[in-house]
T-cell receptor, first 115, second 114 residues
Framework: SQTIHQWPATLVQPVGSPLSLECTVE??????LYWYRQAAGRGLQLLFY??????ISSEVPQNLSASRPQDRQFILSSKKLLLSDSGFYLC??????????????FGPGTRLTVT | LAKTTQPISMDSYEGQEVNITCSHN???????ITWYQQFPSQGPRFIIQ???TKVTNEVASLFIPADRKSSTLSLPRVSLSDTAVYYC???????????????FGAGTRLAVHP
């Protein structure tokens, strides 16, 4: 069966510090990978998605970046965190080949607090 | 991508049936309708997906009228553990280039009371 891991689970970082969040998927090959952010009491905002190694698309311009160094590894980074980067970060995957219906599978999330 | 509109919040009591309606007037021919459930501090979880008429699984039922401009998620005999946020999403992953670009709105906060 497929599983998705995220770490760390929680993180408190000062403004201006760097960030690295990691997501890995097991039990599947060539998944589509996604990074979302959720502010308190709000819906999910799609940040990045990837359909393959080294292929990253950004949905929202900001000080965050993403990389996919391996097929089942997705990394979210920042060189300098802002207060507005605080939130709940979720990684998700979906099968790469779709024929209409599909679903995304979400990881446990990382709660980031920028102080 | 079709925009969806759903109630911000709903209240219910244990044992009752809950129906959450979502409007998607601009749904496209190839779009599917998907519902997710999210508990606090967890990622969303897929509940059900449909294209037209009625779909039922072990968790919920999804009713989609012929014009597909709305859909209703039905949760039978809710319990306290069904308290969560429910998201209605509309999209066509094939048209989106082979990946599943879903737009999550604010969702409906369902509170189930004893």
């Amino acid at each position: 069966s497929q599983t998705i891991h995220q770490w760390p689970a929680t993180l408190v970082q000062p403004v201006g510090s760097p960030l690295s969040l990691e997501c890995t998927v097991e039990g599947t090959s060539n998944p589509n990978l996604y990074w979302y952010r959720q502010a308190a009491g709000r819906g999910l905002q799609l940040l990045f998605y990837s359909v393959g190694i080294g292929q990253i698309s950004s949905e929202v311009p900001q000080n965050l970046s993403a990389s996919r160094p391996q097929d089942r590894q997705f990394i979210l980074s920042s060189k300098k965190l802002l207060l507005s980067d605080s939130g709940f970060y979720l990684c998700a995957w979906s099968p790469s080949l779709t024929s209409g219906s599909d679903e995304q599978y979400f990881g446990p999330g990382t709660r980031l607090t920028v102080t | 991508l079709a925009k969806t509109t759903q109630p911000i919040s709903m209240d219910s009591y244990e044992g009752q049936e809950v129906n959450i309606t979502c409007s998607h007037n601009n749904i496209a021919t190839n779009d599917y309708i998907t519902w997710y459930q999210q508990f606090p501090s967890q990622g969303p979880r897929f509940i059900i997906q449909g294209y037209k008429t009625k779909v039922t699984n072990e968790v919920a039922s999804l009713f989609i009228p012929a014009d597909r401009k709305s859909s209703t998620l039905s949760l039978p005999r809710v319990s306290l553990s069904d308290t969560a946020v429910y998201y209605c999403l509309v999209g066509d992953p094939v048209f989106s280039g082979g990946y599943n670009k879903l737009i999550f709105g604010a969702g409906t906060r369902l509170a189930v009371h004893p």
